[in-house]
């Protein structure tokens, strides 16, 4: 299928957050719909390509997947990127849409200088495109997790240190809901 891939600003803030509540609604319920829907939102109104950037698929002018990257900030000089959340609208899912968002992503930091992409998810899929489990004890996550066989990583510039600590997400992340 053919996709363009481009990058999204708080002027997609509608259809990045009725993108991200619909998909999530259809798999995993309302409930689960709303709260990501709600971060989708919080999400997209501070896109500003520093701390918080998104990246959207469009086939035909219409947005069909679109991956949130914020910054996770360390203890240590490492800089590290957090892929989270990555919806693709349900009709176009089991396509290969995400994996190409994802692959762009991982091209786009690659050459940007970042050291290390975690994302938190189904280690199934993301494994797809060379995400691994990783030690909560070498790389915490800024709060617990309720299922820490999804906390995912992936080094794309230089080896991770022994130790990561002092793990620091965007504001909207911080609640615990989401872990």
Same mark, same amino acid.
């Given at each position: 299928m053919k996709i363009k891939i481009r990058d999204l600003s708080a002027y997609n803030h509608v259809e990045i957050t009725h993108l991200f509540?619909?998909?999530f609604e259809a798999s995993e319920g309302e409930i689960e719909g709303k709260i990501i829907g709600n971060l989708a939102s +919080?999400?997209?109104s501070v896109i500003d390509s520093s701390n918080v950037s998104?990246?959207?698929a469009f086939h035909q002018d219409s947005l069909i997947g679109a991956a949130f990257i914020t910054t996770l900030r360390f203890d240590q000089d490492f800089n590290v990127q957090m892929l989270a959340p990555v919806a693709v609208a349900t009709d176009f899912q089991r396509k290969g849409v995400g994996q190409q968002l994802i692959t +762009?992503?991982?091209e786009r930091l690659t050459k940007k200088?970042?050291?290390m992409l975690i994302t938190y998810g189904d280690p199934n899929y993301y494994s797809k495109v060379g995400?691994?489990?990783l030690d909560v004890k070498g790389v915490p996550a800024p709060l617990p997790l309720s299922m820490p066989i999804g906390w995912l990583g992936q080094t794309l510039n230089r080896s991770k240190?022994?130790?990561l600590t002092g793990p620091r997400c965007v504001k909207q992340f911080e609640n615990p809901n989401l872990w």
């Open positions: 509540k619909n998909t +919080e999400l997209s998104c990246v959207g +762009e992503v991982i200088g970042v050291d995400f691994s489990g240190p022994a130790q």
